[in-house]
């Protein structure tokens, strides 16, 4: 400020000086007069001039630019300089926190989409994408309900209802799988909405099957409870000769045997899926397996057919496999078992330990027994699953038995595979890995 006096000051002081210095008026007080003002016009318009060049640095906007003039004008850029640093950096901040948070929604595994008041989108984030089959490109302002035109939606965005979450079927993205959505709508701000989408699609599938499961154990379980009743009732009312008593009775233990082997599978299953991994450090002599699933078929194939099939072991006795000698003969008998019921008494079966390129072992139960059609294949190791349904049930099945191989092999490291030709016959096989077998070399006793 003091600058800006002073220049005033010199502008009127230096016209007042040459006028006093070199007029030689009567009457010196008009010139002088005009002189000051003169100055002060002078000093004024040189001020303006620096407040034009203040004003176009101004609207160049660019604050990296020194600022012109000196004092005052100094000053007021200076001061707006600061007021619009401040800003920026404001908004900066503002633009980091708002990509942070874009940011987070774009990693959240919900689709999260952003709706107008007329359910027009504004945001959506990649899984609200895949989820909808949304085009960042071409749906940005379209309304929701023109793109996703799903009844189920359509009814809750009509109801007004946004308490509960709906479930609809999400974009197919192939593999068959249909994919469900869990969809919520909450409201805020002035009408807007935030849509979110959760895939439920395993969950669903999950409860699927234990429904499913749960349906299948009632009615295993319901039909030889019937017939046992049955029976039951009948010996209560009716007095029967012994030979028809002890029949009837014959006929309520194989029931109540088909529902022991039933229960005891069922626990066997639960036992395989809510217990630690088998150690990996316990050796299981396959010669000891073989035998107790030799004792098993023979014991079998007896009851079943009244006389035992021929069975060729092929091993080397010393052996070992890694891991829980109850799961692994469960698993071997298992496959044993099936060749024999599944197959003619007269064909023999082949029971096999293969060592591998990779130093693996391959144990494989090969039967000539009537085969499976392809399509079943792949679908053998569900629970409950039966290509031949009355067979099963003849010879005593539960169609638990490959679902407990499949979890015994898994639980091991090691993978069932199934090999089989209607008519000519089947080879399910177990690979255990490298990891799990060992061959000891066998003890000679010196005489
Ligand atoms: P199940 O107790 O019914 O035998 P599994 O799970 O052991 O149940 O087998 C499922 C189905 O696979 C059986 O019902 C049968 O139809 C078929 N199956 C299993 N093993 C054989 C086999 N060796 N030969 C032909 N079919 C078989």
């Given at each position: 400020?003091?600058?800006?006096?002073?220049?005033?000051?010199?502008?009127?002081?230096?016209?007042?000086?040459?006028?006093?210095?070199?007029?030689?008026?009567?009457?010196?007080s008009?010139?002088?007069?005009?002189?000051?003002?003169?100055?002060?016009?002078?000093?004024?318009a040189?001020?303006?001039?620096?407040?034009?060049?203040?004003?176009r640095?101004?609207?160049?906007?660019?604050?990296?630019?020194?600022s012109?003039?000196?004092?005052?004008w100094?000053?007021v850029?200076?001061?707006?300089?600061?007021?619009?640093?401040?800003?920026?950096?404001?908004?900066?901040?503002?633009?980091?926190?708002?990509?942070?948070?874009?940011?987070?929604?774009?990693?959240?595994?919900?689709?999260v989409?952003?709706?107008?008041?007329?359910?027009?989108?504004?945001?959506?984030?990649?899984?609200?994408?895949?989820?909808?089959?949304?085009?960042?490109?071409?749906?940005?302002?379209?309304?929701?309900?023109?793109?996703?035109?799903?009844?189920?939606?359509?009814?809750?965005?009509a109801a007004?209802?946004?308490?509960?979450?709906v479930?609809?079927?999400?974009?197919?993205?192939?593999?068959?799988?249909q994919v469900?959505?869990?969809?919520?709508?909450?409201?805020?701000?002035?009408?807007?909405?935030?849509?979110?989408?959760?895939?439920?699609?395993?969950?669903?599938q999950?409860?699927?099957?234990?429904?499913?499961?749960?349906?299948?154990?009632?009615?295993?379980?319901?039909?030889?409870?019937?017939?046992?009743?049955g029976?039951v009732?009948?010996?209560?009312?009716?007095?029967?000769?012994?030979?028809?008593?002890?029949?009837?009775l014959?006929?309520?233990?194989?029931?109540?045997?088909?529902?022991?082997?039933?229960?005891?599978?069922?626990?066997t299953?639960?036992?395989?899926?809510?217990?630690?991994?088998?150690?990996?450090?316990?050796?299981?002599?396959?010669?000891?397996?073989m035998?107790?699933?030799?004792?098993?078929?023979?014991?079998?194939?007896?009851?079943?057919w009244?006389?035992?099939?021929?069975?060729?072991?092929?091993?080397?006795?010393?052996?070992?496999?890694?891991?829980?000698?109850?799961?692994?003969?469960?698993?071997?008998?298992?496959l044993?078992?099936?060749?024999?019921?599944y197959?003619?008494?007269?064909?023999?079966?082949?029971?096999?330990f293969?060592?591998?390129?990779a130093?693996?072992?391959?144990?494989?139960?090969?039967?000539?027994?009537?085969?499976?059609?392809?399509?079943?294949?792949?679908?053998?190791?569900?629970?409950f699953?039966?290509?031949?349904?009355?067979?099963?049930r003849?010879?005593?099945?539960?169609?638990?038995g490959?679902a407990?191989?499949?979890?015994?092999?898994?639980?091991h490291?090691?993978?069932?595979?199934?090999?089989?030709?209607?008519?000519?016959?089947?080879?399910?096989?177990?690979?255990?890995?490298?990891?799990?077998?060992?061959?000891?070399?066998p003890?000679?006793?010196?005489?």
């Amino acid at each position: 400020m003091f600058w800006r006096f002073f220049s005033l000051a010199l502008c009127q002081l230096v016209p007042l000086v040459l006028v006093w210095s070199f007029a030689d008026f009567k009457d010196a007080s008009v010139p002088l007069l005009l002189a000051a003002l003169v100055g002060a016009y002078l000093w004024l318009a040189l001020d303006a001039v620096r407040g034009l060049h203040l004003l176009r640095w101004l609207r160049a906007g660019d604050m990296q630019q020194p600022s012109p003039g000196r004092g005052l004008w100094a000053e007021v850029a200076d001061r707006v300089r600061r007021v619009v640093r401040t800003h920026e950096r404001a908004l900066a901040e503002g633009e980091r926190r708002l990509q942070e948070f874009l940011a987070a929604i774009q990693a959240s595994p919900n689709g999260v989409v952003l709706l107008d008041a007329d359910c027009r989108i504004e945001w959506f984030n990649q899984t609200a994408s895949s989820h909808f089959g949304l085009d960042a490109q071409r749906d940005m302002l379209q309304h929701f309900g023109n793109l996703v035109r799903d009844p189920v939606f359509a009814a809750y965005y009509a109801a007004k209802n946004f308490d509960r979450e709906v479930l609809m079927a999400g974009r197919d993205h192939g593999g068959g799988v249909q994919v469900m959505l869990s969809v919520h709508l909450h409201v805020y701000g002035e009408g807007r909405s935030l849509l979110l989408s959760r895939d439920v699609t395993a969950v669903e599938q999950a409860e699927a099957m234990r429904r499913d499961f749960v349906a299948n154990v009632s009615h295993e379980i319901r039909t030889p409870l019937t017939v046992l009743a049955g029976f039951v009732e009948t010996l209560q009312t009716l007095p029967l000769p012994e030979d028809q008593r002890s029949r009837y009775l014959a006929l309520m233990a194989q029931q109540a045997q088909r529902m022991q082997t039933l229960v005891s599978d069922l626990l066997t299953l639960s036992r395989l899926e809510g217990s630690p991994p088998p150690p990996a450090d316990d050796w299981v002599s396959v010669a000891l397996l073989m035998a107790q699933c030799e004792q098993d078929a023979h014991d079998l194939s007896m009851v079943l057919w009244g006389t035992a099939q021929s069975l060729h072991f092929q091993f080397d006795p010393g052996l070992e496999i890694a891991g829980s000698t109850v799961e692994l003969h469960s698993a071997m008998s298992n496959l044993i078992g099936n060749a024999i019921r599944y197959s003619p008494v007269d064909k023999p079966i082949d029971v096999r330990f293969v060592t591998t390129a990779a130093g693996g072992l391959m144990f494989s139960v090969v039967d000539k027994g009537q085969g499976i059609a392809a399509e079943h294949i792949p679908r053998l190791t569900e629970r409950f699953y039966r290509v031949d349904r009355s067979r099963s049930r003849e010879t005593g099945g539960t169609g638990l038995g490959l679902a407990i191989v499949k979890h015994v092999a898994q639980r091991h490291g090691a993978a069932l595979s199934i090999d089989s030709t209607p008519g000519k016959g089947s080879r399910f096989s177990i690979a255990f890995p490298a990891q799990r077998v060992r061959c000891r070399e066998p003890i000679l006793i010196d005489a």
